[in-house]
Nanobody, 122 residues
């Protein structure tokens, strides 16, 4: 069974930091990409805020650049989002996403975690 389980959300004051984790299990793949998406209150899910592919390239949207860092611990099948200098507009439910593809497949599959709530107070 494929599973993504997030943790690490919580309430933090503006300027503070949080580190989100996404534990992955049940995957078999040849190519992959990891990402974090945010859904603010009353908003559509947007993103990715951060994206990392299997060639280790990382992509960050402008509003998180310099503040958020995506990383992966392959030994523990977990990837992370380190969030520093948090702002109230960063508030939302954060979802981890993993896109995987076998070489035998034309298109891959997206998997999602259930989300973890981050609240940044001003």
């Amino acid at each position: 069974e494929v599973r993504l389980v997030e943790s690490g959300g919580g309430l933090v004051q503006a300027g503070g930091s949080l580190k989100l984790s996404c534990k992955c299990s049940g995957f078999i793949f040849d190519e992959y990409a990891l990402g974090w998406f945010r859904q603010g209150p009353g908003e559509e899910r947007e993103g990715p805020s951060c994206l990392s592919s299997d060639d280790r390239a990382a992509y960050y949207r402008d509003f998180v650049k310099g503040r958020f860092t995506i990383s992966a611990d392959n030994d523990n099948n977990t990837f992370y989002l380190q969030m520093n200098d948090l702002k109230p507009e960063d508030t939302g439910v954060y979802y981890c996403n993993m896109y995987v593809r076998r070489l035998s497949e034309v298109a891959g599959t997206n998997y999602w975690g259930e989300g973890t709530l981050v609240t940044v107070s001003s």
